[in-house]
C-alpha cells in the first residue's frame, strides 16, 4: 500500500509541484486563502494551520504517514502563521508517529560568515527569518526526529515564478530595476527540490538538512540567466546595484554548505545550466 503525504500549502508555489509529483504516496494537501483548486489524485483540504481543532480535523481526516510543511512563507500574512503552524504540525506528528519536514529558510543567518553548515549558529535580521528560526528550535524542543530543510531561493524554469515574472515586466515597463552583486544565495530549481524533498519523505533525516542549489550565485547573475532562458533582451532599466548603497538591512552571503544533503541522499542537486538544458531537452 501507498504510504499517505500531506503536503501543506498545496497551491504555493513548492507545494504544487510537490504533489505534482507525489504519484508515489496517496497524496493530499491543504490550501488557505485559495478557494479551491485540483490535481488528479490529489485530495484538497481547506484549513487554517493556526487552528488547532482545523488541524486535527485534518490530521483525523488525512491520517498522513508523512507530512511535508511548506505552507507559511514570508508571502501576506504568512509571516504571523509560522511559528504556531509549526508548533501545532509538530505535536501532531509525535502524538501520531508521522515522519514530519519543515521547509525553512537560509534567511535564519545574517550573512556575515558563509558558507553555512547544519552546525553554524542562527542569527536572523529580518523578521521573516526570525520567525523561521524560532519555528526551528520549536519543532527541534517537541519533535527531536523531524526534518527541517533549509533552502534557498526558488525558481521555475518553465512558467517564470513571482520574482522573474516582475523582472520580465520591468523590461517592458522600463521600471527601475537593481540586482544586487552583493547578495549572494544558492538558488534552486523548484522541480529539483521537489524531487528531493520527495526522496527525503521516504527516510528518517533527522535534524537540520541544507538543500540549496549547487552553484551560489549573486541576483544579478541570476536574473540575467533567466532572463536568457526566458528569451527576454536585457533593458538599461536593469542595473546592478549593491545592498550597501540601498540603505537595506539584508543578509549579503547567504551561501550554504549542502554536502550533508548529498551524502544522505540519491537525487543530484542540479545547477542553473544543467537544469536549463534538461528543461529544453524535455520540451522537445
Ligand atoms: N520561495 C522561495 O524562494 C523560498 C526560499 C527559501 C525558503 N522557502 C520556504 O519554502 C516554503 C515554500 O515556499 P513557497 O514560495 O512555495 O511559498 P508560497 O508560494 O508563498 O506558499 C505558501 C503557502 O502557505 C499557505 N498559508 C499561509 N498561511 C497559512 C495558514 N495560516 N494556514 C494554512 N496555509 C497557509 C498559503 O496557502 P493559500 O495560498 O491557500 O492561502 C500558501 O499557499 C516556505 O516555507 C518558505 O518559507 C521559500
Given at each position: 500500500m501507498k504510504p499517505r503525504l500531506l503536503v501543506t500549502?498545496?497551491?504555493g508555489f513548492l507545494g504544487n509541484h510537490l504533489l505534482r509529483?507525489?504519484?508515489?504516496?496517496v497524496a493530499a494537501g491543504t490550501l488557505h486563502a485559495t478557494p479551491s483548486t485540483s490535481l488528479p489524485g490529489v485530495t484538497f483540504h481547506v484549513c487554517d494551520l493556526q487552528s488547532p481543532e482545523e488541524v486535527r480535523v485534518l490530521m483525523d481526516r488525512v491520517q498522513?504517514?508523512?507530512?511535508?510543511h511548506t505552507a507559511c512563507s514570508d508571502q501576506g500574512k504568512g509571516i504571523e502563521a509560522i511559528l504556531p503552524a509549526a508548533g501545532l504540525l509538530a505535536m501532531?506528528?509525535?502524538e501520531r508517529n508521522i515522519r514530519f519536514i519543515h521547509?525553512?529558510?537560509?534567511?535564519?543567518?545574517?550573512?556575515?560568515?558563509?558558507?553555512?553548515?547544519?552546525?553554524?549558529?542562527?542569527?536572523?535580521?529580518?523578521?521573516?527569518?526570525?520567525?523561521?528560526?524560532?519555528?526551528?528550535?520549536?519543532?527541534?524542543?517537541?519533535?527531536?526526529?523531524?526534518?527541517?530543510?533549509?533552502t534557498s531561493l526558488l525558481y521555475d524554469l518553465r512558467t517564470p515564478d513571482r520574482q522573474t515574472t516582475r523582472l520580465i515586466e520591468s523590461t517592458?515597463?522600463?521600471?527601475?530595476?537593481?540586482?544586487?552583486?552583493?547578495e549572494l544565495r544558492c538558488p534552486i530549481w523548484v522541480e529539483n527540490l521537489a524531487e528531493l524533498l520527495l526522496e527525503v519523505a521516504t527516510k528518517n533525516i533527522p535534524g537540520i538538512l541544507h538543500l540549496g542549489g549547487p552553484d551560489s550565485l549573486n541576483r544579478w547573475e541570476?536574473?540575467?540567466?533567466?532572463?536568457?532562458?526566458?528569451?527576454?533582451?536585457?533593458?538599461?532599466?536593469?542595473?546592478?546595484?549593491?545592498?550597501?548603497?540601498?540603505?537595506l538591512c539584508r543578509p549579503k552571503n547567504l551561501?550554504?554548505?549542502?554536502?550533508?544533503?548529498?551524502?544522505?541522499?540519491?537525487?543530484?542537486?542540479?545547477?542553473?545550466q544543467e537544469a536549463r538544458k534538461m528543461t529544453v531537452t524535455s520540451e522537445r
Open positions: 500549502g498545496g497551491a509529483r507525489a504519484n508515489q504516496f498522513p504517514d508523512v507530512i511535508i501532531q506528528s509525535v521547509l525553512s529558510t537560509d534567511q535564519v543567518f545574517d550573512g556575515t560568515s558563509a558558507p553555512y553548515t547544519e552546525e553554524c549558529p542562527t542569527n536572523p535580521i529580518n523578521p521573516y527569518g526570525k520567525a523561521k528560526a524560532q519555528a526551528e528550535e520549536l519543532i527541534r524542543s517537541l519533535n527531536p526526529k523531524a526534518t527541517i530543510v533549509r517592458k515597463t522600463g521600471e527601475q530595476y537593481r540586482l544586487f552583486i552583493d541570476l536574473g540575467m540567466g533567466l532572463l536568457r532562458h526566458f528569451g527576454v533582451t536585457q533593458t538599461l532599466n536593469i542595473q546592478k546595484g549593491t545592498i550597501e548603497e540601498s540603505g551561501t550554504m554548505d549542502s554536502s550533508r544533503s548529498e551524502r544522505l541522499l540519491k537525487k543530484p542537486r542540479v545547477s542553473l
